[in-house]
């Protein structure tokens, strides 16, 4: 049973465009969620995080928005690069007094000149 | 290079054979984990592990995969007579020394295991 659900496989945005990379969870138990930039044959990359306390966190193009109440957060990208193309990992932890994640298959994004 | 160091960085075995694959965590951190990327998939917890102690290995195969992190050295993932099924990458991760949720953890480059 997958607990963080990334329901779209892959992505395609033109450069300067923004990016909407969304991700769904279901363990309402989850307090801290991550998203991580991947590149082929590279380990993930953290790019940015929230906390359950807040619902948006903002790191230059980087915003992640959470929707507790939906169990819902999306990472939006603006203006997007081609160098973001990657896959993108949402992540989740909580509730268990540990910082274990728990990882979506991730969204390939593909940004185009 | 203060970074989650892994190695090796790629990985040949035969059927039947040990793989040993190492992970230094990054200067500070004393909690590690190693996660698993089969094809096609995401990344899947295996095990946590602080200085001589395994904390949660819920995410381990129950047979011929075992992990260590002793109190010198890097942390170990060993897997015991390999399978073909065992062909992934292997991240490692650390993260600092706080024993709550909410910490980031930081990953190597991955360990990329081929089964032949």
């Known amino acids: 049973d997958q607990q963080v659900k990334q329901n779209s496989p892959s992505l395609s945005v033109q450069e300067g465009r923004i990016s909407i990379l969304n991700c769904d969870y279901t363990?309402?138990?989850?307090?801290?969620f991550l998203w991580y930039k991947k590149y082929p044959a590279e380990g993930p990359t953290f790019l940015i995080s929230?906390?359950?306390?807040?619902d948006k966190n903002e790191d230059g193009r980087f915003t992640v928005f959470l929707n507790k109440s939906a169990k819902h957060l999306s990472l939006h990208i603006v203006p997007s690069q081609p160098g973001d193309s990657a896959v993108y990992f949402c992540a989740a932890s909580g509730g268990s007094g540990y910082s274990t994640l728990t990882f979506g298959k991730g969204t390939m994004l593909l940004v185009s000149p | 290079n203060a970074g989650v160091m892994q190695n090796p960085r790629h990985l040949v075995r035969r059927r039947g054979q040990e793989a040993r694959l190492r992970c230094s965590p990054m200067?500070?951190?004393?909690?590690v984990y190693w996660y698993r990327q089969l094809p096609e998939e995401g990344l899947k917890f295996m095990v946590y592990l602080q200085k001589e102690n395994i904390i949660d290995e819920s995410g381990m195969p129950k047979e011929r995969f075992s992990a260590e992190f002793p109190k010198e050295g890097p942390s170990i993932l060993r897997i015991q007579q390999v399978v073909r099924g065992d062909s992934a990458a292997y991240f490692c991760a650390s993260s600092p020394n706080l024993e709550s949720s909410g910490n980031t953890i930081y990953f190597g480059e991955g360990s990329w295991l081929t089964v032949v």
């Open positions: 200067k500070g951190h004393s909690h």
């Open positions: 363990n309402s138990m989850f307090d801290y």
């Open positions: 929230i906390s359950s306390i807040k």
